[in-house]
């Protein structure tokens, strides 16, 4: 159960509230005037973690302050977000999110928190699906990958991040629009399932734009979920091409405890909007295979309205809820 990992890693998520706890609930006009703790609830290496680096160095710059970045994987998110409220609100305290894990996991059942318990502030991008395999595999095409799904149903593993996540969804769909068997392995985050994929311990991944950018000549993208063909890959279809409208991926943004005061959550919201247009920043992400979006605070509730709409409607189409 998640709850019950998450009762292991306790102790350490109360040290970041023993940190943050010195700080008053009433927020400075200067803010930030002291280092923010940025808990991603993922292992480093992934998505989440890439670009919570790249916000760490923009932020540094732009405020001269620290922003301290802690990973604490499990659960596919779920142990920070479960924990989260319990944290401090006075804006020194954010947290990764991501979609479409936290409207997902609370209807599958096996977490304490619900998606109404998250306090989202700002929404910074979204990764592409894509199929990808190493770069040795004798699947060459998107076309050589069903083929040998439909010859041998069920042979063939995709690793892919946590379970009812963007990459559980695309997989399950994957094999509902194409009518193939693939088992899906889940792992605790991108970071973790390069080695599997790379040693051949599994046929592929479902993952995204930005894996196969970074495992550029070591792996290969065979199919993405984008409208246009995606710059870097100028010879791999999209979904849309081989006959399958799919355009979607896995959104993140940031959430602050529910305590934490309107004012403070919109100055929290304003400071990330402030690293996401930053152009130095901008131009990590796109060169990464990140799709930028800006979504702060006042457009969040239709925001989630449309982005938990969606995937309620693709959860049930998928048999993946009820």
Same mark, same amino acid.
């Given at each position: 159960?998640?709850?019950?990992?998450?009762?292991?890693?306790?102790?350490?998520?109360?040290?970041?509230?023993?940190?943050?706890?010195?700080?008053?609930?009433? @927020?400075?006009?200067?803010?930030?005037?002291?280092?923010?703790? +940025? &808990?991603?609830?993922?292992?480093?290496?992934?998505?989440?973690?890439?670009?919570?680096?790249?916000?760490?160095?923009a932020f540094a710059q732009k405020y001269k302050q620290e922003m301290i970045v802690i990973n604490r994987p499990g659960g596919g998110g779920a142990l920070v977000w479960?924990?989260?409220?319990? &944290?401090? !609100?006075?804006?020194?305290?954010?947290? !990764?999110?991501?979609?479409? *894990?936290?409207?997902?996991?609370?209807?599958?059942?096996?977490?304490?928190?619900?998606?109404?318990?998250?306090?989202?502030?700002? %929404?910074? *991008?979204?990764?592409?699906?894509?199929?990808?395999?190493?770069?040795?595999?004798? +699947?060459?095409?998107?076309?050589?990958?069903?083929?040998?799904?439909?010859?041998?149903?069920?042979? &063939?593993?995709?690793?892919?991040?946590? &379970? +009812?996540?963007?990459?559980?969804?695309? *997989?399950?769909?994957?094999?509902?629009?194409?009518?193939?068997?693939?088992?899906?392995?889940?792992?605790?985050?991108?970071?973790?399932?390069?080695?599997?994929?790379?040693?051949? *311990?599994?046929?592929?991944?479902?993952?995204?734009?930005?894996?196969?950018?970074?495992?550029?000549?070591?792996?290969?993208?065979?199919?993405?979920?984008?409208?246009?063909?995606?710059?870097?890959?100028?010879?791999?279809?999209?979904?849309?091409?081989?006959? @399958?409208? %799919?355009?979607?991926?896995? +959104?993140?943004?940031?959430?602050?405890?529910?305590?934490?005061?309107?004012?403070?959550?919109?100055?929290?919201?304003?400071?990330?909007?402030?690293?996401?247009?930053?152009?130095?920043?901008?131009?990590?992400?796109?060169?990464?295979?990140?799709?930028?979006?800006?979504?702060?605070?006042?457009?969040?509730?239709?925001?989630?309205?449309?982005?938990?709409?969606?995937?309620?409607?693709?959860?049930?189409?998928? !048999?993946? @809820?009820?």
């Open positions: 159960m998640v709850v019950s990992r998450f009762r292991r890693l306790a102790p350490a998520l109360a040290v970041v509230a023993a940190l943050a706890s010195s700080a008053p609930c009433a @927020i400075a006009a200067g803010y930030p005037e002291k280092p923010v703790q +940025y &808990l991603i609830p993922f292992a480093a290496g992934g998505e989440s973690d890439i670009v919570a680096r790249f916000q760490q160095q479960q924990q989260l409220n319990s &944290l401090p !609100g006075d804006g020194y305290t954010i947290a !990764g999110i991501n979609l479409p *894990h936290v409207v997902l996991q609370p209807i599958e059942g096996t977490v304490s928190y619900k998606t109404d318990d998250l306090t989202s502030v700002y %929404w910074f *991008h979204y990764t592409p699906d894509a199929l990808i395999v190493p770069a040795e595999s004798p +699947y060459r095409t998107f076309q050589d990958f069903v083929r040998a799904a439909q010859e041998k149903p069920g042979s &063939l593993s995709i690793a892919g991040s946590a &379970l +009812y996540s963007a990459n559980h969804v695309a *997989h399950e769909r994957l094999n509902r629009d194409f009518r193939i068997k693939t088992t899906y392995v889940p792992f605790k985050g991108t970071g973790d399932l390069v080695s599997s994929v790379l040693g051949g *311990h599994v046929a592929g991944a479902m993952s995204y734009t930005t894996l196969a950018i970074q495992q550029k000549g070591k792996m290969r993208m065979l199919a993405v979920a984008t409208r246009e063909r995606v710059p870097q890959f100028p010879d791999v279809p999209t979904f849309r091409e081989l006959g @399958i409208d %799919w355009i979607d991926g896995a +959104y993140r943004g940031v959430a602050v405890p529910k305590s934490t005061p309107e004012a403070v959550r919109r100055q929290v919201s304003d400071m990330m909007e402030a690293l996401n247009k930053d152009p130095d920043m901008r131009r990590k992400m796109v060169d990464g295979g990140f799709e930028v979006i800006d979504v702060p605070y006042d457009r969040i509730p239709a925001f989630m309205a449309e982005r938990r709409a969606d995937y309620m409607n693709t959860a049930r189409a998928l !048999g993946m @809820i009820k």
